[in-house]
């Protein structure tokens, strides 16, 4: 009966006092993370939102031109030089991160 009894004792233990200290710490250094990265969400979603636009134009000048870097640099010179179509993008991430 004793082996039974500390078997049971075992299976029923609750969490000690310095794993609850951790698991608020955690909790604690998560929301200032959070914090942290709060005000970047909206250039991150911008960022998202053109980089899914365009892929399928970097896969096309991939296809056309031979080596990685000169595709890579065809396609990031391609997308500074037109402003315009990064407007709207501009404006749809405002009103989605409002």
Do not use: W
Not at 48 to 71: C, D, E, S, T, Y
């Amino acid at each position: 009966m004793d082996v039974a009894a500390s078997k049971s004792a075992i299976s029923e233990r609750r969490p000690s006092a310095s794993t609850l200290f951790l698991l608020a710490l955690a909790a604690l250094a998560l929301y200032f993370c959070y914090l942290i990265a709060s005000p970047f969400r909206a250039p991150i979603f911008l960022a998202l939102m053109i980089a899914i636009l365009f892929h399928p134009v970097h896969v096309r000048i991939q296809q056309h031109v031979q080596g990685k870097n000169a595709a890579a640099l065809i396609s990031t010179s391609s997308q500074g030089c037109l402003p315009t179509s990064k407007m709207p993008l501009a404006f749809v991430s405002q009103s989605a991160a409002a």
